[in-house]
């Protein structure tokens, strides 16, 4: 069984910071924990940020700038640094991986809980 922990989010003033966490535990032959989406209440759940093994990166164009993603390998954790918060910030943040039960396996993706974050003053 896979999981995915989130960890970070929380209430917030417009502004703000906050530091999302999502490390991947239980059992795998391997695992790709690779971004974040969001999504808020009445809309889709969008992509905010991704990263590749080799540490490549991808911006929605609504957080360049803003929020910066990285990754610890050795730990299968990524990391979502949020700086100047705004209230259209609020959402669940949902963290994304994919990988291989088995050696044998195929491809499968996982979707952590959420953490809901909160922007308001």
């Known amino acids: 069984q896979v999981q995915l922990v989130e960890s970070g989010g929380g209430l917030v003033q417009p502004g703000g910071s906050l530091r999302l966490s999502c490390a991947a535990s239980?059992?795998?032959?391997?695992?790709?924990?690779k971004g974040w989406y969001r999504q808020a209440p009445g809309k889709q759940r969008e992509l905010v940020a991704r990263?590749?093994?080799?540490?490549?990166?991808n911006y929605a164009d609504f957080v360049k700038g803003r929020f910066t993603i990285s990754r610890d390998n050795a730990k299968n954790t990524v990391y979502l640094q949020m700086n100047s918060l705004k209230p259209e910030d609020t959402a669940v943040y949902y963290c994304?991986?994919?990988?291989?039960?088995?050696?044998?396996?195929?491809?499968?993706?996982?979707w952590g809980q959420g953490t809901q974050v909160t922007v308001s003053s």
């Open positions: 994304n991986a994919d990988g291989l039960r088995y050696y044998y396996s195929k491809l499968e993706d996982y």
């Open positions: 990263v590749s093994t080799g540490g490549r990166t």
């Open positions: 239980g059992s795998f032959f391997s695992i790709n924990v």
